[in-house]
């Protein structure tokens, strides 16, 4: 087993009340609408809230992964920070034994903010994941908030 972590961080157009609302309070609702070709449904159990779940079932087009349960670890409102683990599905058992993600999102501006993602994995073997593997873990967040971003921009009223 090799641990390794790995980091983004992109800016987006859209208040962080928003963005975050949108991308981590309704991402279940909202991923499989605004990027279908790769979520095909979501479910929630619990609240959204810290100990809840989120399942989400992958479309076609990310094959050979046909979903992910991710367990919310923390999830705080004031400082727009999350943490979740994958705990079954997506990587685990394939490449990765375990895989984490902390997520912050900070304002800049009245309608602008950056998003920092860190990513922290261990292998199932004892060399590390392939550079390949971890440009798509480190580039998966950066597109999935640009299309949050996008939808956000498009859809004015939505998560105001």
């Avoid at 309704?26 to 605004?34: A, G, T």
């Amino acid at each position: 087993m090799v641990a390794g972590s790995c980091t983004n961080e992109v800016t987006v157009n859209v208040s962080v009340d928003r963005i975050w609302k949108a991308a981590i309070c309704e991402d279940h609702i909202l991923l499989p609408k605004i990027v279908p070709q790769f979520f095909a449904s979501a479910e929630l159990v619990g609240d959204g809230e810290a100990g809840s779940t989120k399942t989400f079932h992958f479309a076609p087009a990310a094959a050979p992964l046909t979903f992910v349960k991710d367990l919310v670890e923390v999830l705080d409102h004031g400082s727009h920070t999350t943490k979740y683990k994958a705990i079954e599905g997506g990587h685990l058992g394939r490449t990765l034994k375990s895989h984490a993600f902390e997520v912050k999102f900070e304002a800049v501006g009245a309608d602008s903010c950056v998003v920092k993602t860190n990513i922290e994995y261990d292998t199932i073997d004892d060399g590390p994941l392939p550079e390949e593997e971890v440009q798509k873990l480190t580039d998966l967040p950066i597109r999935m908030m640009q299309a949050v971003e996008a939808y956000l921009i498009a859809n004015p009223g939505v998560c105001a």
